[in-house]
């Protein structure tokens, strides 16, 4: 559906031309009405102009007549001849009367003329034909009757009416003969068509004027020639007599064509007007709508636009003059642009920024590291890149607690920003990793000038919570152009360097080619062993522990192996220590338990009851899900926790965190045995063997094969027996390849053994024909928890 | 020529003359348009014709300018206009001193019927009337009129 956008100018455009037109339409339309409206008001003026003139001509004839009764009575002769009641003379006086001035004239058309007693009694009677009297022919009998009626001085008074008559319509009038000594009276009849049909002159428009019975009184030659009925106004005006009869039909005819035209001009002005006043209404409108809305709009918009552009604009101040709500919204709109200014800058700061450390984070820089590499390609400015990781942080972390490792890290960030000149960058990539980029420098000696500095003040001691601290760091180094033109082949080889640096304890490298080797073995590690864990090319090799005096197997312990494609068997010691500074020494673990603990259950189906022993990674205490683990995979393959013992290497064991202790009573209290591998070999903390729960110590394999040479590595050896036995723990020897050894190790009362004299490590196939063969020997008891 | 001193008197003294002159002819007026009197009748135009009805004699004088009298009079009036009014006229119209006469002009307004009534006073006539009311009161009850 498509969807049409005005712009607001078009819009109130379009709404007042719709307005216009509504306004034409209403003209049209009033128009008409007022067009029938003038016709009913000129209908009914005319019928009023029609009453009062019909009435004003009927009146003069009423009045002409009765000046020509009272001048007919005023004669002596006729009083003379009518006090004689001579009807011959009275009819002769009276027929003369006929060629009076008004009637010769035709001002009146005189008909009749009666002379009445006192009781209005004909006595003598004139027509205009010289005709005889004739009670019928007497013209508004209905006026005798109201006469005779009269009394007092009433009867001096004259009486009038308009009556119809077989022959049309009469006027008829009584007056007093005979003065104010009255002796009779006088009925003239009158024919007031002629008088009436003047009304067609006053009016100024044709007349056809038809009597009660539907006679033609009159027409005037322009009714007949009347143009077509268009433009023509026809109307009626009904004449009544003394008894209210009909008389007269008046029929009137006006000619409209000039009113319509006046219409028709009005009506065009108005729409002239109308248009007018629209397309002003528009332009006013318009240029009120431009100056109120569209210009600040159009204001906020280009700045707007600007923002999109650049976000330093964020915050600006908009300043528009407009309409009330205009000026209303420019004020939100800064208040809004303040706000998403101060937001952006946060969220910039955030994303920029490590919120920890207050440095640059690894996106920013990455991103002055490709710029770096822009410009050293370009104008061929040379640049060195450092990589940094600082030593023992981890042990920090664990034993001290992330708040003291946060603190260390703000306190170590602080120095690396101290040993930066302006022009450095130097950034936390994250954990303990800091990178440091350092434009203009080409010569090693440089680098190493500042990579000196930065080792000197990193070392310098710390007081952080009442710990003193001294925090090493490890430098990789990378030049460019002389390492290479690319940002992540610069990155990967300045940590290849400082992972040298930091294995071979040399505070700082510079790169060199003959480090790739060894780099990619480790970087492409953790992404092979992944692939391992999938493919099944991890696998579990077991070693049976010894007890030296009852020759009987007290368990076996799982041995990870990595069945490389590529670079055969891999020993743990070749790939732990990485796998350990990733998460994927959890999933490992993981793999390792649900595998060993699936093989002790399929020998304790088999009826060859053996313990199994299981090596724990340092970081697999950091975390209590280690005790569900255990506890979830022990209850689904059947197995009681006594038969699962854990070694934990020595540099656990000095781990003294909170989480570790709690982590290791969870396992002791679900039951599970602990043991300390590799005794010996690294620094421990004496104490911690009497405050763990452990079982038994391993004197690790390096003093046992000395032992056979040397006298001092036996005392030390016969001294871990004696120590582990003084705090009561059982004493396993590693390593024991040799009857002498183990002879040895029995006079010094070792309880277990454990090495290639007994079994060499091997899978789970051929450690079942093992322990088969070997069990079958005497009957295995389950280990019991010290 | 007259000073300024001089003018002030004269407006002063013309202003009160022409006060005075004004003042003086009402009492004159009221004195020739009695209301009542004893010696004068007031009829209406009931009365008027009362009058002519019952005495045979009786005579109505339209006192109007002949000019009136032609466009409308009562009829049996005769025309004597006040202004050729004295008793030798009078004595013409109605010879005997005793005969009723009855005056009227146009109204109460007109004080030509006024004027005749005392002239005919003055010349003896015993039985004077006055329609006060005059032709207006006549053509207002509509009693019929003549025109000459």
């Avoid at chain 1, 712009?7 to 007022?34: D, E, F, H, P």
């Avoid at chain 1, 007007?273 to 709508?289: D, E, P, R």
């Avoid at chain 2, 030509?112 to 032709?135: D, K, L, M, T």
């Amino acid at each position: 559906m498509n969807r049409y956008h005005f712009s607001m100018r078009a819009s109130v455009g379009l709404i007042i031309l719709l307005m216009g037109l509504l306004g034409v339409l209403l003209a049209v339309t009033t128009g008409n009405v007022y067009q029938r409206f003038v016709l009913d008001n000129q209908r009914e003026i005319f019928e009023d102009l029609a009453d009062i003139k019909v009435n004003l001509i009927l009146s003069e004839t009423i009045q002409s007549t009765a000046d020509l009764g009272m001048s007919i009575q005023a004669s002596e002769e006729l009083r003379k001849v009518f006090r004689e009641r001579d009807g011959g003379k009275i009819n002769a006086y009276l027929h003369d009367q006929f060629h009076q001035f008004v009637v010769s004239a035709s001002l009146l058309k005189l008909m009749q003329v009666y002379a009445l007693d006192k009781d209005f009694a004909v006595v003598g009677y004139a027509d205009e034909d010289g005709g005889r009297y004739s009670p019928r022919d007497m013209p508004c009998r209905g006026l005798l009757q109201q006469a005779r009626q009269r009394e007092g001085y009433s009867r001096l008074k004259i009486l009038s009416g308009l009556c119809a008559s077989e022959s049309g319509a009469r006027v008829a009038v009584i007056v007093p003969l005979g003065g104010l000594r009255m002796e009779g009276y006088l009925l003239l009849g009158v024919d007031p068509t002629p008088n009436l049909v003047h009304v067609e002159e006053e009016m100024g428009m044709p007349l056809r004027l038809l009597f009660a019975n539907g006679g033609l009184a009159y027409v005037s030659e322009e009714w007949n020639a009347l143009p077509g009925q268009e433009n023509l106004l026809f109307w009626r005006y009904s004449l009544t007599g003394m008894s209210g009869e009909a008389v007269y039909d008046f029929h009137f005819s006006a000619d409209m064509a000039p009113l319509y035209a006046k219409l028709d001009e009005t009506r065009q002005i108005m729409f002239l007007i109308a248009a007018l006043s629209t397309f002003l209404a528009m332009a006013v409108s318009v240029v009120m709508l431009q100056k109120s809305a569209l210009d600040p709009l159009a204001r906020l918009t280009r700045h707007l636009r600007r923002v999109r552009k650049d976000k330093k604009h964020l915050g600006e101040k908009v300043t528009v003059k407009g309409s009330q709500e205009i000026t209303e919204l420019s004020e939100r709109f800064n208040e809004m642009s303040s706000e998403l200014h101060v937001l952006y800058k946060t969220l910039e700061r955030m994303a920029y920024t490590d919120m920890l450390t207050r440095l640059p984070n690894r996106a920013v820089f990455y991103d002055r590291l490709g710029q770096a590499v822009h410009m050293a390609q370009r104008q061929n400015t040379p640049f060195a890149l450092m990589v940094m990781d600082l030593d023992k942080f981890k042990w920090v972390n664990d034993n001290l607690g992330h708040h003291v490792g946060d603190k260390l890290l703000r306190e170590i960030a602080s120095r690396l920003k101290r040993c930066m000149r302006k022009s450095d960058t130097v950034a936390r990539l994250g954990g303990d990793e800091f990178a440091a980029l350092l434009p203009g420098i080409l010569e090693y000696e440089d680098s190493r000038h500042m990579a000196d500095k930065i080792l000197e003040h990193v070392a310098q001691p710390l007081y952080i919570d009442g710990h003193d601290l001294s925090c090493g760091v490890s430098i990789g180094i990378a030049h460019c152009p002389v390492h290479g033109a690319d940002g992540d082949l610069l990155m990967q080889r300045a940590d290849v360097a400082m992972y040298h640096a930091k294995n071979q304890r040399q505070g700082f490298m510079i790169y060199e080619p003959r480090l790739d080797e060894h780099s990619l073995n480790r970087l492409d590690l953790e992404r092979e062993l992944e692939t391992a864990i999938g493919n099944g090319h991890l696998e579990i090799h077991y070693q049976p522990k010894i007890d030296l005096r009852e020759g009987k197997v007290i368990d076996v312990e799982a041995l990870i192996r990595w069945r490389h494609p590529l670079r055969g068997y891999l020993l743990p010691e070749q790939f732990i220590p990485r796998i350990e500074q990733s998460n994927l020494i959890h999933r490992m673990t993981q793999w390792v338990f649900a595998h060993a603990l699936r093989d002790c259950a399929s020998w304790h189906a088999r009826g060859l009851m053996v313990g199994l022993s299981i090596n724990l990674s340092r970081r697999n205490l950091d975390d209590t899900r280690i005790i569900d683990l255990a506890k979830s995979l022990l209850s689904q393959h059947g197995i009681e926790p006594a038969w699962l013992s854990l070694e934990l290497s020595e540099s656990v064991m000095v781990a003294d965190s909170d989480r570790v202790s709690q982590v290791l009573e969870g396992l002791h209290g679900l039951g599970l045995r602990l043991a300390v591998d590799h005794f010996g070999g690294g620094h421990f903390s004496l104490a911690s063997l009497g405050r763990l729960p452990l079982e038994e110590i391993k004197i690790d394999q390096a003093f046992i094969h000395k032992m056979c040479h040397g006298n001092s590595e036996t005392m030390l050896v016969r001294s871990m027996i004696d120590l582990a036995h003084n705090i009561g723990l059982k004493a396993v020897a590693k390593g024991v390849e040799t009857p002498q050894a183990r002879d040895q190790l029995l006079e010094m009362g070792c309880d277990r053994a454990q090495g290639f004299l007994f079994c060499v490590p091997c899978g789970f196939e051929d450690m079942t024909a093992w322990l088969e063969k070997r069990l079958s020997q005497g009957p295995q008891v389950m280990p019991r928890q010290s | 020529m007259l000073g300024k001193s001089g003018i002030r008197p004269v407006i002063r003294w013309g202003c009160l003359c022409m006060i005075l002159a004004m003042l003086i002819p009402l009492p004159a007026l009221s004195a020739h348009m009695p209301e009542t009197a004893a010696d004068v009748a007031v009829v209406d135009a009931e009365g008027l014709i009362d009058l002519v009805v019952g005495q045979e004699h009786a005579m109505v004088v339209d006192t109007r300018l002949q000019s009136d009298y032609v466009r409308g009079h009562i009829d049996g009036a005769i025309n004597l206009p006040n202004t050729e009014t004295d008793c030798r006229s009078l004595s013409r119209a109605v010879p005997r001193l005793s005969k009723p006469i009855v005056f009227y002009c146009n109204g109460t307004g007109c004080e030509r019927s006024a004027e005749s009534i005392r002239i005919a006073r003055a010349c003896g006539y015993e039985h004077v009337y006055w329609f006060r009311g005059g032709f207006e009161e006549w053509l207002a009850k509509g009693y019929p009129y003549l025109k000459q």
